[in-house]
């Protein structure tokens, strides 16, 4: 199954003067595939976080913006 | 090349890492010198070492340090006192080492870069916080070309931080076995069946697998799917790069592990020490560390369980690496670094009866902790009685190891009388005749002198300051 949707999705592969990894065909291909989902789930994610913030529960829209400096990481749950 | 690179630096043919005087540089190649001008120029470095997620360096080339041929550029960056690798980390280690990667790659792409390589063991511990150390590992972004590093990312974090939140905890140990991270076949073959319903690890991991093995021979075959993509070109949009490493910032952050009770993870609400007598403990091993009179630049605490001690040791040194046998004491180590100081202690993952091996090519791209292990002075506390009696390692064989790897020791002696160790002669028999307090002084005077010897008051175990008879140990 996996073969009829990839071969309708191709991914151009260019190799780089510097990109000295193998970086595999398949996973090539896969973030192609992967890419719709990812990118309707962060606007989705974004305008959910745009109304917590608006009701004043405002949370960071991306995981990859710094947390506070020195804020506690998640303590044991015993 | 006239210099020697270091073995851990062959792959990538922008640079190499050599040594000089004990101190660690890189060579930037003639070929790189362009991406490597642009990357200093476009504000990226600045960013990243301001943010202190890059090691910053020093510009040596107009120094007199060695060079290999080929050479642009030498940079000094900033020391690293200890290398660990990721098979040495707590599950939490390799959870913020993965983010730091990822929230790299964000930064770098908004500069218009990208990494060109996701290597767990381009990341180090500083100051208690993962740190990027491989300055190389940038270059332009191409629109529309998807995330060459996007398989090593996922093998090197997202497999080992899956498996160890979901099937066991000492699966990140795999990553001795396989220096390129886990196959992804192997991840998802051992992932429960209940991961196949999570989006992350169904895309990321399983499907991930899956494709690889459907494009296992795509580079051989001029039929192949790559060579048609390449001729019909469907390109990843900048915005769907974002999106799968903000995905992958999602998984990784969805993996979560708590730490069960185990044999040490109560270990100081469960030992024999009355609250007084730890006092005292604490006073004796902060007094031996101020009687020495040398610097202390990096203490091994071995048995460091939380790490209790490493912090009284932080006191006095420069960096204590802090490591323990038990993950979940490892990582109760990590988390109090990360939420209190001090600041200059490193939570390891070290099992003294076998330790990290020296892996990769010729053995010797990844170094043994035997290897890594000189430092000025070893903290051995409530220790020597599990190496001599758990694991059987005459006591002489304990001595000399120390002695080879440090100059100063402080080592608490415990003897058969201590309930811990009636606890581990209980179910076998003791042929340990050797083992108590005249045995082991001889055996540690044969590689130590003892400078100082008192019993820790409230108990019936006794602490040692030793100095090493060796003389060409410079620590």
Redesign the interface.
């Known amino acids: 199954m996996y073969q009829i949707i990839i071969t309708s999705v191709l991914i151009v592969f260019s190799p780089q003067t510097f990109a000295y990894l193998d970086p595999g065909t398949g996973s090539m291909i896969l973030q192609g595939l992967i890419a719709g989902i990812a990118v309707a789930g962060f606007t989705i994610k974004t305008y959910w976080y745009r109304i917590l913030s608006f009701f004043g529960k405002a949370k960071q829209t991306s995981l990859l913006e710094e947390e506070e400096e020195g804020s506690p990481k998640k303590e044991d749950e015993q | 090349m006239t210099l020697d690179a270091l073995p851990s630096s062959f792959?990538?043919?922008?640079g190499f890492v050599f040594a000089e005087n004990d101190r660690v540089y890189r060579q930037i190649n003639n070929?790189?010198a362009k991406?490597f001008d642009q990357f200093m120029s476009s504000g990226l470095y600045d960013v990243l070492v301001d943010?202190g997620y890059l090691v910053a360096h020093e510009d040596v080339t107009a120094s007199n340090i060695q060079r290999g041929p080929d050479c642009y550029r030498v940079i000094a960056p900033e020391v690293i006192p200890y290398i660990a690798y990721p098979y040495e980390w707590s599950f939490?280690q390799l959870q913020d080492a993965a983010?730091l990667t990822?929230?790299i790659q964000?930064v770098a792409l908004q500069h218009g870069y990208i990494l060109?390589?996701a290597s767990a063991y381009n990341v180090q511990f500083r100051h208690g916080k993962p740190v990027f150390i491989d300055t190389l590992s940038f270059?332009p972004y191409?629109e529309?070309?998807?995330?060459?590093?996007?398989?090593?990312f996922?093998q090197h974090f997202l497999a080992p931080l899956a498996l160890m939140a979901r099937v066991d905890v000492g699966l990140g140990k795999l990553l001795v076995t396989y220096i390129d991270g886990i196959p992804l076949s192997l991840a998802s073959s051992l992932l429960p069946l209940t991961t196949r319903f999570n989006y992350s690890l169904q895309?990321h991991i399983h499907?991930?697998a899956?494709?690889?093995?459907?494009?296992?021979d795509?580079?051989g075959t001029p039929t192949?799917?790559?060579n048609?993509?390449?001729k019909?070109?469907?390109?990843?949009?900048k915005?769907?790069?974002?999106?799968?490493?903000?995905?992958l910032?999602?998984a990784v952050?969805s993996q979560q592990w708590?730490?069960?009770?185990t044999e040490w993870g109560d270990y100081y609400d469960n030992t024999n020490y009355s609250d007084g007598s730890t006092d005292e403990k604490r006073r004796l091993v902060d007094d031996y560390l101020s009687a020495i009179d040398e610097p202390l630049n990096v203490v091994h605490d071995l048995g460091a369980n939380t790490g209790e001690f490493s912090r009284i040791a932080a006191r006095h040194a420069g960096l204590v690496v802090s490591q323990d046998i038990d993950p979940v004491a490892v990582e109760?180590n990590?988390?109090r670094l990360?939420?209190e100081p001090p600041k200059n202690v490193l939570p390891l993952l070290q099992d003294l009866y076998a330790p990290s091996p020296a892996i990769g090519w010729g053995n010797e791209e990844r170094d043994s902790f035997r290897q890594r292990g000189r430092c000025d002075a070893i903290l051995a506390l409530a220790l020597v009685h599990h190496l001599a009696i758990s694991n059987n390692t005459p006591l002489s064989r304990i001595a000399g190891l120390f002695a080879e790897l440090a100059q100063w020791l402080v080592i608490e002696f415990v003897p058969k009388s201590d309930s811990q160790v009636a606890r581990l002669l209980q179910t076998r028999e003791d042929v340990f005749p050797h083992y108590n307090q005249q045995g082991f002084e001889e055996a540690f005077s044969a590689y130590f002198n003892i400078v100082r010897s008192e019993a820790v008051a409230g108990s019936e175990r006794q602490l040692y300051l030793m100095r090493s008879l060796r003389s060409d140990l410079s620590g």
């Open positions: 792959r990538d043919p922008s070929g790189f991406h943010k939490s983010m990822l929230r964000t060109k390589d270059e191409v529309g070309v998807p995330w060459v590093a996007y398989r090593q996922c895309t499907l991930h899956k494709m690889q093995e459907t494009y296992a795509a580079a192949t799917a790559k048609s993509a390449t019909n070109p469907r390109q990843l949009s915005t769907g790069l974002q999106a799968i490493v903000e995905s910032a999602s952050k708590k730490p069960p009770q109760r990590y988390r990360v939420s």
